[in-house]
């Protein structure tokens, strides 16, 4: 089994930043696409960022230019630093990956997320 784990999330204020990582453990065999998700109040969980193996990024149109995704694959850790935030940031974000990990002798894929940080925005 694999695990993600979330943290760095918290209080700021607007304009202020914050960086979010995301660490996988378990018996891991590789990881594909790394990314982060964020989900507020009453809305739908939605794409923030995600990076490829290869290190190509895909953002939100929300965030570009404001935040930046990067992944220490010796570490199976994706990060996301969040710049200038704005209250509309303000949600729950999730960490997503897909893990290639073993079990026995078969390796198996799963698309895996975190429990979530929680990222208020707020004066």
Do not use: H
């Amino acid at each position: 089994q694999v695990q993600l784990v979330e943290s760095g999330g918290g209080l700021v204020q607007p304009g202020e930043s914050l960086r979010l990582s995301c660490a996988a453990s378990g018996s891991i065999f590789s990881i594909g696409v790394m990314g982060w998700y964020r989900q507020a109040p009453g809305k739908q969980r939605d794409l923030v960022a995600t990076i490829t193996t290869t290190g190509n990024t895909n953002y939100a149109d929300s965030v570009k230019g404001r935040f930046t995704i990067t992944r220490d694959s010796a570490k199976n850790t994706v990060y996301l630093q969040m710049n200038s935030l704005k209250p509309e940031d303000t949600a729950i974000y999730y960490c997503n990956a897909d893990i290639t990990y073993y079990r026995g002798d078969f390796k198996i894929l799963s698309n895996s997320w975190g429990q979530g940080t929680q990222v208020t925005v707020s004066s």
